[in-house]
């Protein structure tokens, strides 16, 4: 991965970057993760507006997270990664401090390895020192980011339709 990659904040000048980034997940026939990537029937412009927004004042039933897009040099968005700032209880039971997704044609090549590395200082510096992560027991690549950033197993949940596994992460310094 010889490539320099680097996240960066949703913003009005990669539109059509993004645009073809959330082609791929459609034409995949998949919903883009994470959701906070996702347009949820919005114009790209009151997207990132309300991307922005949620970083301090969230709709209620949400708590403040950060939405980066990990890209190369050319620009393309390669993925996205979503922290939430602090756990609510149903992020504490499956959801996390972080979710991430890789668009299609990356997948299988150390990006979200790569990307949730870039991302655990950026969680750091938000006061986080033990980071949740979560994944679907069947997500074994997922759970390879996981581990491969250090994460350690605590439980599996077992919900009606999935287990969901719960790995820390230690960001102490």
């Not at 301090?56 to 897009?69: A, E, I, N, R, Y």
């Not at 620009?75 to 992020?91: K, T």
């Not at 668009?103 to 150390?110: A, L, V």
């Not at 350690?152 to 287990?163: F, G, V």
Request: with cysteine.
């Amino acid at each position: 991965m010889g490539m320099q990659l680097q996240l960066i904040k949703p913003s009005l000048h990669i539109k059509k970057e993004y645009l073809d980034f959330a082609r791929e997940w459609q034409k995949n026939d998949e919903e883009i993760i994470p959701w906070a990537a996702r347009l949820m029937g919005k114009d790209y412009k009151s997207w990132v507006e309300e991307t922005k927004k949620n970083e301090k004042t969230p709709p209620p039933h949400l708590v403040p997270s950060s939405t980066f897009f990990l890209i190369n040099t050319d620009g393309v968005i390669i993925g996205a990664i979503n922290i939430r700032h602090y756990l609510n209880e149903a992020l504490l039971r499956t959801g996390g401090h972080i979710g991430y997704g890789i668009r299609p044609f990356f997948r299988g090549n150390g990006f979200a390895t790569h990307m949730l590395a870039l991302a655990l200082p950026i969680t750091r510096n938000l006061g986080i020192t033990k980071a949740l992560l979560t994944c679907d027991k069947q997500n074994i690549a997922s759970a390879k980011t996981i581990i491969k950033n250090s994460g350690i197993l605590e439980n599996e949940i077992n919900e009606e339709t999935r287990i969901t596994q719960r790995y820390w992460i230690s960001l102490d310094m």
